[in-house]
């Protein structure tokens, strides 16, 4: 077994928008990020010595903007063949997240008024069709592609046999990366506790690290004590009725 090392690709401030290198025996990209980001994306494996076009995949953690808005350009900039779950194919293959947002906090509510989150990506279809645990060992990566549903429908995370989890938006550091090593929500999600029984499924696992797709890595103890507070908040909400959930569409394709 390789060691496969994990490389952030900052595509907004230091942190804020993350898109991820896998450098294992052959390179694999995970999110495609804002739409536009495709070049820089590209030109940041191109600095690490690679050639893009030896990129073998390209996995998208789930359907939002700013995590597959280029999906369809760096496709088309490194041949490579894009990986993600069936059930956010609808916003794949329209362009167009699901809406309405469903903020778990101030920032959420704060970022939805944010007319970029709602505009149009160009639409792709995935050419690996995710629908349970994954290896990636064929495209030169000894990781897994993992199911954790929750923030989306379709919400995937990679855990690599090293440990590392690059975990899309399972969690994010607070405030979209400004307070550093300090989990929180991310601004959205469509089923927070069913993201949250995600986030502990991955964390039972042992994971040494949690690459996330806002701000920098995270200490699984430090997430696990955060995660044990967020339950007894959720359930209180839970009990008080005041926890959103997003409906979960009838077209077996779209949820």
Not at 32 to 49: E, Q
Not at 75 to 89: E, F, M, N, S, W
Not at 195 to 210: D, I, K, V
Request: charged content about 20%; hydrophobic content about 40%.
């Amino acid at each position: 077994m390789s060691r496969t090392k994990v490389v952030a690709i900052p595509v907004l401030g230091k942190h804020a928008i993350n898109a991820y290198l896998l450098l294992g025996r052959r390179p694999i990209v995970v999110d495609a990020v804002t739409p536009g980001s495709g070049p820089l994306i590209r030109d940041a494996v191109a600095r690490y010595g690679i050639d893009p076009t030896d990129v073998r995949l390209i996995v998208i953690t789930h359907g939002h903007i700013d995590h597959f808005g280029s999906a369809a350009e760096l496709h088309r900039l490194t041949g490579a063949p894009v990986a993600g779950h069936i059930a956010d194919l609808q916003p794949f293959r329209t362009g167009r997240v699901r809406e309405p947002y469903l903020p778990t906090g101030p920032m959420g509510r704060l970022m939805d008024r944010n007319p970029k989150l709602h505009a149009t990506a160009e639409p792709f279809e995935p050419d690996v069709l995710v629908r349970v645990e994954t290896s990636l060992h064929d495209f030169g990566v000894d990781a897994r592609i993992m199911p954790t549903p929750g923030h989306t429908a379709g919400s995937i995370s990679v855990l690599t046999d090293d440990g590392d989890l690059v975990a899309g938006d399972l969690v994010a550091n607070s405030f979209m990366g400004l307070i550093p090593g300090r989990p929180a929500n991310p601004p959205f999600h469509d089923d927070p506790q069913r993201n949250l029984a995600s986030l502990r499924e991955m964390l039972a696992l042992n994971p040494t690290r949690l690459h996330v797709g806002h701000g920098i890595p995270l200490d699984p103890a430090r997430v696990g004590t955060w995660a044990a507070a967020e339950q007894r908040r959720l359930d209180a909400l839970e009990a008080a009725g005041r926890l959103r959930v997003r409906e979960q569409s009838s077209d077996p394709h779209a949820c």
